[in-house]
């Protein structure tokens, strides 16, 4: 399966709409998929990765990784879903809307965005906003 969802917390996942929200900012933006893990887990573990391959002590929301360097992604993505719930409070938004921004944000580093500067967060925004309102009407069906 070249879409592999993990969810190593006890929180229930709408993972049907989470991988085709990746499928379609990959495929909308002429991307394919050779091998992608995403990982869905809580604040120790991002905090640790963050730690081993960032050299940053504190959790945050995603970290991407990439292996490839065509249009077939090879890669994978960690979500906090501690960090994501925090964030929701913090903008109050609903979980699930975090949740799928954080994953179409994950997807977009995937491919090659970067939030690293001023335009190029604000290049990612946009685009977060575009796949969102595009999947309003599914995020809308998600039992809460």
């Known amino acids: 399966m070249p879409l592999q969802i993990f969810n190593t917390t006890r929180k229930e996942l709408p993972e049907e709409l989470l991988e085709r929200t990746v ?4 495929d ?5 998929i050779e091998s992608i893990v995403a990982v ?3 604040k120790k573990m991002i905090r640790k990765i963050n730690r081993e391959f960032l050299q940053h002590d504190y959790a945050t929301d995603t970290i991407t990784f990439r292996y490839s360097n065509n249009r077939e992604i090879d890669g994978e993505f960690y979500i906090s879903l501690d960090v994501i719930e925090g964030n929701a409070r913090r903008f109050e938004v609903d979980f ?6 954080v994953t179409i944000h994950s997807a977009l580093h995937l491919i090659g965005y970067d939030d690293q500067t001023v335009d190029g967060r604000l290049q990612m925004q946009q685009k977060e906003e ?12 998600i039992p809460s």
């Open 96 to 101: 699930k809307q975090e949740l799928l921004r």
């Open 28 to 32: 909308s933006e002429g991307f394919g």
């Open 40 to 42: 869905y887990c809580g």
């Open 23 to 26: 499928i379609d900012v990959l």
């Open 130 to 141: 575009f796949y969102l309102n595009r999947d309003s009407d599914a995020l809308n069906q």
